[in-house]
């Protein structure tokens, strides 16, 4: 079964300034995607950015970047230019890259709570 | 509609009470998710339908929770007898296909077992 395990709980940050959250998961898979996604006090998902785990690329969303180390199964996020807006729950989540059923659900890990700081 | 919607927002019952939570999906989607989310948690999945058909349910934490999405469009999740390990935030999702296209959540519904 796939797995995906955020390690830091909290994390701060003052305004313009960078920060990493860390993911990790485990799989046998070869194929998936992994995401984040932030999740503010109104409680709705909104997706980050995406990684497909065959593209060597990582992926860039405005000021939303990640590092992508496939061999040792690490997905973490940098903000850069951290705004209050920022401020949320992140969560790390995994999808099989198979099609059909349940392969399509998201497996996601116990989030980061953000804090930006004025 | 613009987004997934979801009603009620908050949901308060008495234990042993049963409940029913819906889901409005975006409009032409195929794919339907549920998951719940525990105070501090992650969302887990729940169960899945792919138009009127529920694909997976290996996510149903017992048999008092069921769901149907009868036409494939709105979909309802229902809880009988709840308990108090029932309360959580429900969110549910919509995507176009399932497959490469992105999920969209609704707001979720708190349901808070007293």
């Known amino acids: 079964a796939q797995t995906v395990t955020q390690s830091q709980p909290e994390m701060s940050v003052q305004e313009a300034e960078t920060v990493t959250l860390s993911c990790t998961y485990d799989t046998s898979e070869s194929d998936y995607y992994l995401f984040w996604y932030k999740q503010p006090p109104s409680r709705q998902m909104i997706l980050v950015i995406r990684?497909?785990?065959?593209?060597?690329q990582n992926a860039t969303e405005n000021r939303f970047s990640v590092n992508f180390q496939k061999a040792a199964k690490s997905f973490s996020l940098k903000i850069s230019d951290s705004q209050l807006g920022d401020a949320a729950m992140y969560f790390c989540a995994y999808r099989s890259g198979f099609y059909g059923g349940a392969t399509n659900k998201l497996i996601f890990g116990t989030g980061t709570l953000l804090a930006v700081q004025p | 509609g613009a987004g997934v919607s979801q009603s009620p927002r908050y949901k308060v019952a008495k234990r042993g009470q049963d409940v029913a939570l819906r889901c409005d999906p975006i409009s032409g989607h195929v794919s339907l998710f549920w998951y719940q989310q525990a105070l501090g948690q992650g969302p887990e999945f729940l169960t899945y339908?792919?138009?009127?058909?529920?694909?997976?349910k290996s996510g149903l934490p017992s048999d008092r929770f069921f769901a149907e999405r009868p036409e494939g469009s709105v979909s309802t999740l229902k809880i009988q007898r709840t308990q108090q390990e029932d309360s959580a935030v429900y969110l549910c999702a919509s995507s176009q296909d399932g497959m490469n296209t992105e999920a969209f959540f609704g707001q979720g519904t708190r349901l808070t077992v007293v």
């Open positions: 990684q497909e785990a065959y593209k060597q």
């Open positions: 339908f792919q138009n009127e058909a529920q694909l997976d």
